[in-house]
């Protein structure tokens, strides 16, 4: 039988209980698009001012995982922002939105939607608007303001019904060429369209990475981390309701 230290049973007791940090799921923030997961920079700037004015700390997926897996310390009140996709906002507005308020988030990638240089940025119509991605260098520079990347699979593609070549391309190749591009291990995965599957799962755990997050279909356990959507026009009301009900609901359900 393992040997469980006592810090890591003090952690699992805290996620029993309900008190596992938050997570929160972004997509987009400016970037010209007005769908539901768009937010104008405005209201992302209010909700950063109100998440400071109580007290909330963001944290990084690591450290969520430091903390899940081995009970190390995490600040008051810690919440871990994420943001899908690797939307070109991620670095031209949600970066300095993050800095100017001491922030840090973790940045899900698409890794094939991802440029070698601007000249290349990828660019593709979503519901309608013109959306573009970001570049490896910016990439880099996300990381060097204390953000974390995370893989979004190779080509977002569903994966909760994905044969099993798909799911290693999608999962391990994935984790692979962003290591390569950033010169160190990736340990947080994001499943496409939160769609997951026991196999899906086997495969991220296997590949390597360290915890998976899957929306609101997130169940408890590493690989099936719960996320609280945060929708354009929610506010801080919505903010308010998902920090406060995302303690319980990840316990109940
Ligand atoms: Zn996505």
Not at 76 to 84: E, L, Q
Not at 141 to 154: K, T, V
Not at 237 to 244: F, K
């Amino acid at each position: 039988m393992k040997f469980v230290f006592p810090n890591s049973l003090l952690a699992l007791l805290l996620v029993a209980c309900g008190s596992a940090p938050p997570i929160l799921m972004y997509h987009s923030v400016g970037g010209g698009a007005s769908d539901a997961f768009t937010l104008e920079p405005a209201e992302f700037s209010a909700q950063l001012d109100w998440l400071s004015a109580h007290q909330f700390h963001t944290i990084t997926m690591r450290q969520y995982m430091d903390f899940r897996d081995r009970g190390a310390k995490l600040p008051d009140h810690p919440v871990a922002i994420t943001f899908d996709d690797g939307f070109a906002d991620a670095y031209s507005v949600a970066r300095a939105a993050l800095a100017a308020h001491g922030m840090v988030a973790t940045f899900f990638l698409v890794e094939r939607w991802v440029a070698v240089d601007a000249a290349h940025r990828y660019a593709q119509t979503i519901l309608g608007a013109p959306r573009s991605y970001v570049t490896w260098d910016e990439v880099r520079a996300l990381e060097a303001a204390g953000n974390e990347i995370g893989s979004h699979s190779l080509t977002h593609r569903r994966l909760s019904h994905a044969a099993a070549a798909t799911l290693d391309e999608e999962i391990g190749r994935s984790k692979t060429l962003i290591e390569t591009e950033l010169g160190h291990p990736v340990s947080a995965f994001a499943f496409p369209f939160n769609a997951v599957s026991s196999a899906a799962r086997a495969v991220v755990r296997d590949a390597g990475f360290r915890g998976a997050v899957a929306g609101d279909h997130g169940m408890g356990g590493a690989m099936n981390l719960y996320r609280v959507g945060i929708y354009r026009g929610g506010g801080t009301e919505a903010l308010s309701r998902a920090l406060g009900e995302s303690w319980t609901d990840a316990v109940m359900r």
